[in-house]
């Protein structure tokens, strides 16, 4: 399969005028925002704001081909990121807090979304990858849209923390190409501590991720490397244990198909706020890094991206 004969869903949705209605559903829930399981039901379009510090202007850091993402993403022009300002999940070690927590980014039109899409086409990306979007899909959505209408033909990647609310799953149904979900803790009151008060965190992404499984499927390359279509699951193994990764790993074997891929990534390292946190203010021993691929491997997962 080449990047020409790859259909994404969102073409057929577009022609049927199904993806500019899904955009302004969504839209519509900015009146009293449940975009997130934090459901502050605020009036975002008033100006009023939430948890994710977001209203309903749409707001941009930056954008650009990246070569850091996983492989099967890159391939030869890079994955295509738009990275979004502002975050409905707010962890204390985020490495992007100044996006994050601090909105750091450009107020844009939709429209103007739309052609950084086409432009990121236009460079050869491999697809278009939407970086923390949660707080601000309905703009990708309708940014989608206005784009199909132009000629984008690349996946869509829905870069997530995988804290996503079942119901607004459900609206990007056969619109999502690639879930690129986080999977970051088992336990609730780490989830509370690090991810301000998301005690929900665990329940919330592990039904979310089984939903992401049931749309798009097993995520596998094809014969180019290339990934165009599935769910693609990022564990960030933590100091302590603290995103308890067998536990993960276990959850994964036992609620998931055996091939979904799983990135266990090593790569922690203190930001932020972290430092307040003696237990979280480390890295990873890969000793024990090795430990959790082994024991992934030995639970029978078999499409695993890990640091060798
Ligand atoms: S997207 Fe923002 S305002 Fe809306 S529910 Fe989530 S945190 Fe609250």
Request: one cysteine or more; aromatic letters at 8%.
């Amino acid at each position: 399969m080449n990047r020409i004969s790859y259909k994404p869903g969102y073409i057929s949705l577009h022609r049927s005028g199904e993806l500019r209605k899904r955009g302004e559903v969504l839209w519509e829930m900015l009146k009293e925002c449940r975009l997130c399981p934090r459901e502050c039901r605020v009036d975002r379009i008033a100006g009023e704001t939430g948890t994710c510090k977001a209203t309903s202007k749409l707001r941009v850091a930056s954008f650009s081909p990246h070569f850091g993402e996983e492989r099967p993403l890159v391939g030869v022009g890079g994955s295509g990121t738009i990275f979004l300002s502002h975050c409905n999940l707010g962890c204390v070690f985020c490495q992007n807090w100044d996006i994050s927590h601090k909105g750091a980014g450009t107020e844009c039109k939709i429209e103007d979304m739309a052609a950084m899409m086409l432009q990121l086409q236009e460079q050869g990306c491999s697809n278009i990858n939407v970086v923390t979007p949660t707080h601000f899909s309905p703009h990708v959505i309708l940014a989608l849209d206005l784009a199909v209408s132009q000629g984008l033909r690349i996946p869509l990647v829905y870069n997530t923390s995988g804290w996503e609310r079942k119901e607004i799953l459900e609206i990007l149904d056969g619109i999502v190409d690639i879930y690129l979900a986080d999977f970051k803790y088992m336990d609730k009151l780490h989830a509370a501590t690090y991810s301000n008060d998301a005690a929900d965190y665990p329940d919330v992404t592990r039904s979310a991720l089984i939903e992401m499984n049931r749309q798009v499927g097993v995520a596998r390359p094809e014969k180019n490397g290339i990934i165009y279509k599935g769910l693609m699951i990022r564990h960030l193994v933590m100091p302590n244990n603290v995103s308890g990764s067998m536990a993960a790993m276990e959850w994964i074997a036992g609620h998931l198909p055996l091939e979904t891929y799983v990135n266990i990534m090593i790569q922690y390292r203190p930001a932020y706020r972290a430092h307040l946190y003696p237990e979280i203010d480390g890295y990873v021993s890969r000793d024990f890094y090795k430990e959790v691929v082994t024991g992934a491997r030995i639970l029978g997962l078999t499409n695993l991206d890990v640091d060798t």
